[in-house]
């Protein structure tokens, strides 16, 4: 294959390498800001009311679902051409 008939390739590959990065970088920062809201109420609540765990839950969906995004993978022929045909309708 030469280079022009890769670039097509190329680009849906660079897509989703940057995809992976941006939800690595998604997720850290989730772990990160959660780990220090869960020290905070740890040394300030002394076991009262576990309040963390409403953006711990809010931004794990989140979390969930831009991994699915991330790692669901590409449809496939047989549903694209569904869809195709769909769409003519």
């Known amino acids: 294959m030469t280079q022009e008939q890769d ?3 190329r680009e849906r590959a660079l897509l989703r390498l ?3 990065r941006e939800f690595g970088a998604h997720l850290l920062s989730y772990v990160l800001v959660n780990g220090f809201l869960v ?3 740890a040394t300030v609540a002394e076991g009262g009311f576990f309040w ?3 953006p711990i839950v809010g931004w794990g969906i989140g ?6 995004d991330v790692y669901a993978g590409e449809p496939s ?3 694209i051409t569904k869809e195709m045909e769909r769409l003519r309708r």
């Open 7 to 9: 670039q097509p390739l």
């Open 18 to 20: 940057k995809k992976k």
């Open 39 to 41: 020290v905070i109420w």
């Open 52 to 54: 963390p765990m409403f």
């Open 63 to 68: 979390i969930i679902f831009h991994g699915w």
């Open 77 to 79: 022929e047989a549903d």
